[in-house]
């Protein structure tokens, strides 16, 4: 991708040439989305303390974020973020385990954050800090309240994190991890008050007659 200003190439994931420090809009160019109607919003940048503008970006008709000129950070209103990304991806039929490996290496998820709080532009109040999803990279703003703030960039990362199929294999890890869980408890269940397991400290090792009653209640309860 090359500058919007003076052509120059841009580094790695940045938003902001080398050159000639033009910020350039990765988010919504990323989203292959052209700026439609721009006005004037009354909510200020969280980032820069100036008016931001109100974007359209023609999904379901008319479709306003805010954006911040200077920083490029967008403003969502509940539910836009997540509409947003459900037009704006594509996740694959298998996920691309190697450029998956490679984002997490990448300058752009391990450039220093800006971890100052920022204030929701509508209620003024500062925002959590979180991450979208555990496993994208991303953390976000969020007003429980008002919406969710990203810096710059941050929309082209989680679009691009979905797009090689990191939410799929995230959402199989989190099935996984509660399977796993409920078959851990079932196994407690089925070990409960037998001597010597699961309990630390040393009781004599289990006999033959118990362990063939943990069997039996294994399948039982399986
Ligand atoms: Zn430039
Ligand atoms: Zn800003
Ligand atoms: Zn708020």
């Given at each position: 991708?090359?500058?919007?200003?003076?052509?120059?190439?841009?580094?790695?994931?940045?938003?902001?040439?080398?050159?000639?420090?033009?910020?350039?809009?990765?988010?919504?160019?990323?989203?292959?989305?052209?700026?439609?109607?721009e006005?004037?919003?009354?909510?200020?940048?969280?980032?820069?303390?100036?008016?931001?503008?109100?974007?359209?970006?023609?999904?379901?008709?008319?479709?306003?974020?805010?954006?911040?000129?200077?920083?490029?950070?967008?403003?969502?209103?509940?539910?836009?973020?997540?509409?947003?990304?459900?037009?704006?991806?594509?996740?694959?039929?298998?996920?691309?385990?190697?450029?998956?490996?490679?984002?997490?290496?990448?300058?752009?998820?391990?450039?220093?954050?800006?971890?100052?709080?920022?204030?929701?532009?509508?209620?003024?109040?500062?925002?959590?800090?979180?991450?979208?999803?555990?496993?994208s990279?991303?953390?976000?703003?969020?007003?429980?309240?008002?919406?969710?703030?990203?810096?710059?960039?941050?929309?082209?990362?989680?679009?691009?994190?979905?797009?090689?199929?990191?939410r799929?294999?995230?959402?199989?890890?989190r099935?996984?991890?509660?399977?796993?869980?409920?078959?851990?408890?079932?196994?407690?269940?089925?070990?409960?008050?037998?001597?010597?397991?699961?309990?630390?400290?040393?009781?004599?090792?289990?006999?033959?007659?118990?362990?063939?009653d943990?069997?039996?209640?294994?399948?039982?309860?399986?």
């Amino acid at each position: 991708m090359k500058c919007v200003q003076c052509g120059a190439p841009l580094n790695g994931k940045s938003i902001k040439c080398c050159s000639c420090a033009a910020m350039n809009d990765r988010d919504l160019r990323a989203l292959h989305r052209e700026l439609g109607r721009e006005t004037a919003s009354d909510r200020k940048c969280p980032r820069c303390d100036i008016l931001m503008k109100s974007v359209d970006l023609g999904i379901d008709g008319v479709f306003y974020i805010e954006r911040c000129d200077r920083c490029l950070g967008l403003f969502f209103d509940p539910g836009e973020l997540e509409r947003v990304v459900e037009v704006s991806t594509c996740p694959p039929d298998e996920p691309d385990g190697e450029r998956l490996a490679a984002m997490v290496e990448e300058p752009f998820l391990n450039r220093p954050r800006d971890v100052r709080y920022a204030k929701c532009p509508v209620c003024e109040r500062f925002m959590n800090r979180k991450r979208h999803r555990s496993m994208s990279g991303v953390i976000v703003d969020v007003c429980r309240d008002h919406g969710v703030w990203l810096d710059g960039g941050e929309l082209a990362q989680i679009v691009r994190w979905i797009n090689v199929g990191g939410r799929d294999i995230e959402d199989e890890k989190r099935v996984f991890d509660a399977e796993a869980e409920s078959r851990r408890r079932h196994i407690d269940a089925c070990f409960k008050g037998v001597p010597g397991v699961g309990e630390p400290g040393g009781s004599p090792p289990v006999r033959d007659g118990s362990l063939a009653d943990i069997v039996r209640r294994f399948i039982q309860l399986w």
